[in-house]
């Protein structure tokens, strides 16, 4: 028969035995009952072209950690330790007692990249003129700032209709980041 236990603890398990003859026979056994947690964090994002350093914060009731994949850490043996990732990457920890009991758990580091955008040089035009302000990327959508010295600030390439020399923004987002252009 098997039993599982719930909680850590000692327990006086009891096993009756019969026979076919009607004989009856009993054992009391002391049992000690470890339950081990195991809590990698939680999953994050990031936006960046380039490596990101994560610090992972491992938690458990255990005294022992252990991380995989190690090579991208900067000690795999350490509750909380460094990770420097280009792409995203799930990293498992193990955790374990004296007594040999373990769990494990996993977290998901993702790394998305930024957009890319560009938007035309600084120009000077005359007043009551316009210019096409010309902006290529890789973004899903598009906004202008300041928004009133364009003809639609939540297009790609508006037309600049402002009457005073303006710096203007464009912030271009995807699904997961924004980035700017001026």
Known sequence: PTHTFANSGSYNVKLIVDDINGCKD??????????????????TAYCSNNSVVHILKGTSNAANFSWIPSALLNNSGLQNTTATINTTTK????????????????????????????TIANNAICENDSILLTTTGTATSYQWLPANAVTNAGIQSPLFIGTTSTQMIVTGSDAFCKASDT
């Not at 054992?27 to 470890?34: A, G, Q, Y």
């Not at 977290?107 to 990249?113: A, D, E, M």
């Open 91 to 118: 990293f498992y920890v193990t955790t374990s007692n004296a007594n040999g009991c373990t769990a494990l758990d996993s977290v998901t580091i993702s790394v998305n990249p930024l957009p890319q955008i560009s």
């Open 26 to 43: 009993s054992f009391l056994i002391p049992v000690t009952v470890d339950v081990v947690t195991a809590e990698a964090g939680i999953d």
